[in-house]
């Protein structure tokens, strides 16, 4: 048969081919958002813990015998005081850099934060000595010094005995705190010493020039913007500055002196900034006792007359590690270069600090 002008090609089977079908328009494939998917699982998993929380503090209790004795309707987990005569030994943590913070909540850092728990310890009659578990380079004059003199008030008005245990880093401001208690007790690896007195700044002047950004303050006096980033500091301002950071190293010098029953003169060949081990701090006379956190408990127990094995209290602590860990990881997925600043420290404002800063 022949071909006509309006015959159809045939396919392989002998059936006419069908058109190929035009491709269809590829989609543009949907951005992968795994950060939002980890931020919302993050801050969904805190707002569970904030209202875990929330039952067990908020729980109410119920009346019991003629009395009107209080009985929780909760069991008591271990480190909460129950109703018996048992007598404690208190444990508060003093983690990371000592700076006035935040100190509402129960998982809340900082010096105010820390010094409300250290008065709750001090308040309570089952708790007969205080252990403070120091693992911290230091922090801002003011705010270890503030907590210092609550140590003091502790062992004093409140006649509790206070052993300072010392764990990876006790150094600056950490033995600030220590030089406070009745003993010390820590590594031979601990880091211990740093006596000394810090005044951090940064010129970023240039990089402000590059950027075309030019400050122009406008200021009562030659010495308001002393410290300031984006110039240099003057000879005067130096001195100034040296005569405020030598002030406040006399301080230490006599904190130091007086805790540990030494002469300033005693002390101050060691107190150049440098680090020692626990095991050189001994030796010297910066601490008492070399142990772990246990030998620092039952020593605490003994100075507080307990009797037998010391039962521990550890205060605010049960969901401090949690927020600590979500709100770290939160910060991170929030803004990483921002996150690795601020661990830098240079974020940071300037001021005086009593801190270890390698």
Known sequence: ?????????????????????????????EPRRPRR?????????????????GVLLMRPTSKDGPAGREKSSLKLPKGLLSSSKKEYVGVVQIDGAIFQQDGGGVWAKGSSAWGKRLERLAKKSEVKAIVLAINSPGGSVGSVQELHALL??????????????????????????????????????TLVGSIGVIFNTMNVEGLMAKLGVKQAPIKSGKMKDIGSM????????????????????????????????????T???????????????????????????????????????????????????A????????????AFLRGPDLAILGRLGVLEPAGLEYRWRP
């Open 230 to 265: 984006s110039r240099p500091m003057t000879e005067e301002e130096r001195a100034l500055l040296q005569s405020v950071i030598d002030n406040a190293y006399g301080q230490f010098l006599t904190a130091v002196a007086d805790g540990r029953h030494m002469t300033v003169d």
């Open 1 to 29: 048969m022949s071909d006509t002008p309006d015959d159809k090609p045939q396919d392989l089977a002998g059936l006419p081919a069908e058109p190929a079908p035009s491709p269809e328009p590829s989609r543009p494939e």
């Open 319 to 330: 969901l401090s590690g949690i927020m600590d860990m979500l709100e770290s990881r939160l």
């Open 152 to 189: 003091a008030r502790i062992r004093t008005e409140h006649k509790k005995p206070v052993v300072a245990q010392l764990g990876d880093v006790a150094a600056s401001g950490g033995y600030y705190l220590a030089v406070a208690c009745d003993k010390i007790v820590a590594h031979p690896g």
């Open 267 to 317: 002390v101050r060949p060691f107190a150049d900034g440098r680090i020692v081990t626990g095991e050189q701090a001994l030796k010297l006379g910066f601490v008492d006792e070399l142990g772990d956190s246990w030998h620092a408990v039952e020593l605490a127990a003994r100075l507080g007359g307990i009797s037998g094995k010391p039962e521990i209290y550890r205060e605010g602590e």
């Open 37 to 53: 998917l980890a931020v919302k699982t993050l801050i969904g998993l805190y707002a569970v813990s904030l209202l875990a929380a």
